[in-house]
């Protein structure tokens, strides 16, 4: 044990528990803890803006008052609360994706200028993006051998506890970003029917209420939009205030197909984040093309039919449901997140980016790997994506899925009056146009 302050830089890694940054810099027996609040937070909604300061907030009140917030970039705030608390070495997880990898560098550039070191411990993952890779050191292009694999790599136990005893409080800066006010500000600006759980305790007392109750029957539940009993975990695993080492320590413990089916989803999590890891382009460009680019719907029609799918009125009762549910509550059921995506790449023939950032606006649990390669898969540009044909019915899926039409009616009450719009495509029809497109594009080798 050293006299010396260590710098906690907490990130996408929002929690005490299991956090093995935060254990590493509290061994050394003092220390502080420091989030940057980024100008690139200026993009994000009031509402997700608004959610990370109560996460922020519980966080710092978990750390016993002593987490500095400021606002600024992170190099500037990490090297000088790094120069402010006399740390030499500032413990923080790494970032896979293309911005958090920038910003890392430009943190330990800043830091390496001033003689201090950035020293990485730990991922968002169970297991860092990179590591699982086939015999010949090259990356899985599918997903079922790399979770296969990626369950043979396994991952570590939890951390243990953090000697939270060894933190010490901040005075006030000028940077300081108040909590209490940007809190407040986003439910008076665009309020939300429920606002996601946003402490510690009682996000890992619901993880283990699902796994008590719903984790037997989620192989086939999951898919049930009117049945919702799926985790709610994607908000809490966005933010960090819950490691996948947490879900998959517990999860091991259940036996059945349930709990298995459940450890694949997390899966497809790290799946998304390997493949983005090793194609950051991805992030923006189709891995595959998939239509010509002459053949995707632009201008005033596409605006149109844009609107009409992001306000919930494109008279597919299960597609205006699923948009209406993210309009009011953030977030949306897997299931439903598929057949909307379908149905603006595939039935209106609009390119997946405009469907993605319309997500990044408006989703709690945005995650950009999660978002970005989740829209690929189903445009079928994906690296392992749903084949390019496969194209949703919206109508049969809502039968299959919604057989009582429980979830539709909770979101769209008026569906079976006058006021409640005709359906804006054909379904039938504009399947068959976007086939014949798709295969005229494979004869004439534009993808
Ligand atoms: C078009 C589209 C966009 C999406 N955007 C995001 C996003 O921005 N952020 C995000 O976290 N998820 C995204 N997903 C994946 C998925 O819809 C959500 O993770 C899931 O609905 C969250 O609910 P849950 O936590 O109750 O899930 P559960 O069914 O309880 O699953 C447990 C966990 O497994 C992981 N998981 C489940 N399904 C997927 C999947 N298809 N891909 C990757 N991980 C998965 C998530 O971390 C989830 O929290 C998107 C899916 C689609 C089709």
Redesign the pocket.
């Known amino acids: 044990m050293t006299s010396e302050t260590a710098l906690w830089w907490a990130r996408r890694d929002l929690r005490v528990t299991d956090n093995p940054a935060l254990v590493d810099a509290t061994a050394t027996g003092r220390a502080r803890a420091v989030f940057a609040w980024t100008p690139a937070l200026h993009r994000w909604s009031g509402r997700r803006t608004a959610h990370l300061a109560r996460v922020l907030w519980q966080l710092r009140d978990g750390l016993g008052g002593s987490l500095a917030v400021r606002k600024g970039d992170a190099a500037d705030v990490v090297s000088q609360a790094a120069q402010e608390a006399g740390a030499t070495v500032v413990f923080a997880a790494k970032e896979y994706s293309p911005a958090g990898v920038a910003e890392q560098e430009a943190v330990a550039a800043a830091l390496r200028a001033d003689g201090r070191e950035l020293r990485f411990v730990g991922s968002p993952y169970a297991v860092a993006p990179g590591r699982v890779v086939k015999a010949d050191g090259t990356e899985y292009k599918v997903f079922t051998p790399f979770r296969d694999a990626w369950r043979q790599h396994g991952w570590r136990a939890p951390a243990a506890a953090p000697n939270l005893d060894a933190l010490e409080a901040w005075g006030p800066h000028a940077d300081d970003i108040d909590l209490d006010q940007r809190a407040a500000h986003g439910d008076t600006n665009d309020p939300l029917v429920s606002t996601p759980e946003f402490r510690e305790d009682r996000i890992l007392a619901a993880l283990d209420d699902f796994l008590d109750s719903d984790i037997a029957t ?1 192989g086939t539940d ?1 898919d049930r939009p009117d049945l919702d009993r ?5 908000v809490p ?2 933010y960090g205030q819950v490691h996948p080492r947490t879900v998959l320590a517990r999860t091991a413990r259940i036996d059945g197909d349930g709990a298995r089916v ?1 450890e694949s ?2 899966a ?2 790290e799946f ?1 984040a390997d493949v983005l890891h090793h194609y950051p382009d991805a992030r923006r460009a189709s891995l595959r093309p998939v239509l010509a680019e002459g053949d995707w719907v632009t201008g005033r029609e596409a605006d149109e039919a844009f609107v009409a799918w992001r306000d919930g009125r494109t008279g597919f009762g299960l597609v205006d449901a699923g948009m209406r549910q993210l309009q009011h509550t953030g ?4 299931r439903v ?2 057949v909307v ?1 379908s149905f603006l790449v595939k039935d209106l023939l609009i390119p997946w980016q405009r ?2 950032n319309h ?1 990044r606006r408006t ?1 709690m ?3 950009h790997s ?2 970005q390669l ?2 690929q ?2 445009a079928g540009t994906g690296r392992d994506a749903s084949p390019f044909f496969r194209i949703f019915n919206p109508s049969t899926q809502a039968d299959k899925f919604d057989p009582q039409r429980r979830y539709i009616e909770r979101w769209v009450p008026e569906i079976d009056t006058p006021e409640y719009p005709a359906p804006m495509v054909d379904h039938k029809e504009a399947r068959a146009h976007t086939l014949e497109l798709h295969q005229r594009a494979k004869d004439s080798g534009a993808r």
Do not use: C, I, K, P
């Not at 977030?331 to 897997?334: A, E, T």
């Open positions: 989620y999951r799926t985790s709610h975990l994607s695993l966005a459940f989803e997390l497809w999590r998304h977030w949306m059921h897997n997140r598929m995506a469907g993605a997500f989703l649990d945005y995650d999660q978002n989740n829209w898969w189903v």
